[in-house]
């Protein structure tokens, strides 16, 4: 059986960073792509970011581009995502999902495995 555990989640300040990180087992893990979603309070989940298989490629949503960096340690079973410059809105449950293949994907439905979430709340 697959689980995956984020930690890393807590209260900043606009303006500040926090890093996500997700640990797999129980599965090949470097075999997979993983992904992040986050849901705020009252909306619907949301795509974040995804990484491929290897590390090698990585795709993200708009509305955190050039602020978040999702990367992967496959030697620790580990994915992580640097997020800088945090707004409010950033606010929300962020979540870890392990991919049904190598190949990174922005859909929900390509993802079989998804952990119980951190909350991140940006506020001053």
């Known amino acids: 059986q697959v689980h995956v555990v984020e930690s890393g989640g807590g209260l900043v300040q606009p303006g500040g960073s926090l890093r996500l990180s997700c640990a797999a087992s129980?599965?090949?893990?470097?075999?997979?792509?993983m992904g992040w979603f986050r849901q705020a309070p009252g909306k619907e989940r949301l795509f974040i970011a995804t990484?491929?298989?290897?590390?090698?490629?990585?795709y993200y949503a708009d509305s955190v581009k050039g602020r978040f960096t999702i990367s992967r340690d496959n030697a620790k079973n580990t994915v992580y995502l640097q997020m800088n410059s945090l707004k409010p809105e950033d606010t929300a449950v962020y979540y870890c999902?392990?991919?049904?293949?190598?190949?990174?994907?922005?859909?929900?439905?390509?993802?079989?495995?998804w952990g119980q979430g951190t909350q991140v709340t940006v506020s001053s």
């Open positions: 129980g599965r090949t893990f470097s075999a997979y792509a």
């Open positions: 990484i491929n298989w290897s590390g090698a490629r990585t």
């Open positions: 999902a392990v991919a049904k293949t190598g190949w990174e994907s922005s859909g929900q439905n390509e993802y079989d495995t």
